[in-house]
């Protein structure tokens, strides 16, 4: 209206300029009229523009200009909508029409918002799809996907609540219309469950979730497919009784073309293009014929050859009515689905560029919006739902940590049990005599006594004549090693133990035992290095002592003290055990919620969700809330078997240890949500988490120390997730250590950081990254 008055104010003006000069009859008066005459007419034409813009915009529920959508590489791409042009009036059945393949569901979903153009527009419900103005994806649209895109452990009323509580429907209002459309529909008991209908019955009760809300444009992507043909009638009438208000506005496809006489305009599309957009009648009176079948088999035969039509524009958006076709009025290249006008001056003519623009794109591109407390009432509901009905699945999930754990447990960080050693002991006549150990201060026999020693460390000895023949048992993988004792090695020692300093040099030879092994397995070769070097510490104090002599005399003068932190002799246990466990939470919270996330966008239900008016973040929340539960549950089963059961060395507050593992469930959470978000199915996502997992268990400090890495490594493994946070648990289990210590705190802040960005890229990829 303001746009109008200072138009007309301005033209008033104008004019009294005009007839002022025109009057004065002022000389240089004569080159205004004309100007003054031609300004006026532009004025009046941009006013009658704008308003017709205006008032066209008004009418139609949606506008799709010069859409062009193509999918692959730039070389070799594959072109689904070619330059489309799609007007749907207010209060119209729009039937689009087209076989699979052509690109109709791909419109569908840039109308609604679920895909992007490469170029093009779109307006539905007074703005594009996204803004405020538009509320779509919201309430006011109603939408079946191709697909079933509903829950199969739901009953049917509970797939009502849900879509209903989303719209923000009362429990009431929901039973309500449920009666009405069971009995419409022909549906079986509210209380059957999905997975247990029929087809046919899924896909009824898919077209009623999409009718339970009263939206203001619905549309509806092949909803009579497999119904009864009495059925599918009724369905076509009640659809005619919605629009005939004109409040309602509804865009149906369907493969059956016949079906489609009681809509008021039909798009035939093939190949990314309209051949006609216009109502069924008058498509049949412009082409002669008798059915809307040859109507679109005459059109596709003239698009094979390359023409193109000229036809009227439809009469609701120019208010002239259409022109008979004749095939003398065909030229051109088809496809363009524009209306222009035939040879006769009585019908207007349009194109591509007379059809009413949109207006620009909004600047502000995204808009952080609270969490609806509605949604997330019907989120939480379902998720929790959804896990009741698989409880045996639950249950796996919930146990399989515990297995894992208490396969670590006893599995990692003992010492190996019966590992041979060849033994090659001169001292005795014969290999195979047996090999008597002494005591006290008897001082026969030393190698036995050794042998002795050793053999309680759980190792099995066999005995062999010469050294060839032991190193031949080595390096056919016999034994670990070779342990060879001299003819005189007991009278050697103990000379060397008297003598000390003054021994002779054939004394300190033959004192000596000679030891060969295999150090192909680093871990056996030096819990076996170690196993002879204590016993040979064990049996020197032990003759020693016996013998009156001070301990010292045969130890090396090494004193190991009671350790500040940790046991005189640690596992690797231990050691392992934080990474361990930090690793299984955050690895198996990560293939949940990608699982969840993946299973219901490639059923179609996300998407559905989504156009329902669900926004990313609250999908997000909603599974964090209800994963969460799980998960800390799994968190306190790890625990329990870690600590209580299998007694893991834990100095520090169990609680900050809680706390610490559930924060890494959670970043391995919102990890999940990335990779779901990422990609396109789950073999990628388990590519993706497959090809993570590796590098965080060798990076991150869990198997090796990150001290020990080559230095460029080093510096990568602090960014990231699990290497703070192994660090600092293992700090808390080991020594103690509160969360006033810096190395503790780091690990809590390096985590809650790592949510924020995980989140964050999830948040923003369910909003941008559309097809």
Known sequence: MAIKHRTEEDISSRMRIFHFHHKMDVPNATPIIPTASLELKTRRTQFQTQTSTLDTRRRQAVCVRRACKKYGPKKNSNIVLDGLNMTVPKGAIYGLLGASGCGKTTLLSCIVGRRRLNSGEIWVLGGRPGSKESGVPGSRLGYMPQEIALYNEFSIKETFLYFGWIAGISTEQIDEKLEFLLKFLELPSENRFIKNLSGGQQRRVSFAAALLTDPELLILDEPTVGVDPVLRQNIWNHLVHLTKDGKKTIIITTHYIEETRQASIIGLMRGGKFLAEESPTKLMEMHRLDTLEEVFLKLSKRQNMGLRRRSSILSSVTGVPPEIDVDEEMSGEFGDNVSISSRRRSIVVMDDGNLPELPPEEKSSFKFSMLNPQHMKALIWKNFLWMWRNVGMMAFIIGLPVIQIVLFCISIGKDPTGLKMAIINKELKNSTDMCIPTFGCDTSQLSCRFLDHLKNRSLIFLPYETEEEAEYAVQKGWVWGVISFPENYTEALITRIKYGKDVEDWDLVYSSMNIIMDMSNQQIGQLLQRSILYSYFDFARDVTVACNYSEKLTSIPLDFKTPIYGPLNPNFTDFAAPGII??????????????????????????????????????????????????????????????????????????????????????????????????????????????????????????????????????????????????????????????????????????????????????????????
């Open 582 to 771: 930090l690793t299984i939470i955050f690895f198996l919270s990560v293939a949940i919620t990608s699982g969840a996330m993946l299973l219901e966008r490639n059923e179609g239900l996300l998407e559905r969700s989504l156009v329902s008016g669900i926004t990313g973040p609250e999908i997000l929340f909603g599974q964090v809330t209800t994963q969460f539960v799980v998960m800390t549950g799994q968190t306190l089963m790890v625990l329990i078997f870690s600590f209580a059961v299998f007694k893991v060395t834990c100095e520090g507050n169990i609680g900050w240890v809680s706390l610490l593992t559930i924060l890494t469930g959670l970043c391995g959470m919102c990890f999940g949500f990335v990779i779901a978000c990422f990609c396109e199915n789950e073999r990628s996502a388990t590519y993706v988490a497959m090809g993570s997992f590796l590098p965080m268990v060798m990076l991150c400090g869990i198997i090796w120390p990150v001290e020990g890495m080559h230095p460029v490594l080093s510096y990568i493994s602090f960014i990231l997730p699990l290497t703070k946070s192994t660090e600092s648990m293992r700090t808390m289990l080991a020594r103690g250590w509160s969360i006033s210590q810096s190395s503790v705190y780091n690990g809590f802040i390096a985590t809650f950081i790592w949510i924020t960005i995980f989140l964050t890229l999830a948040i923003l990829l369910i909003k941008f990254k559309k097809g």
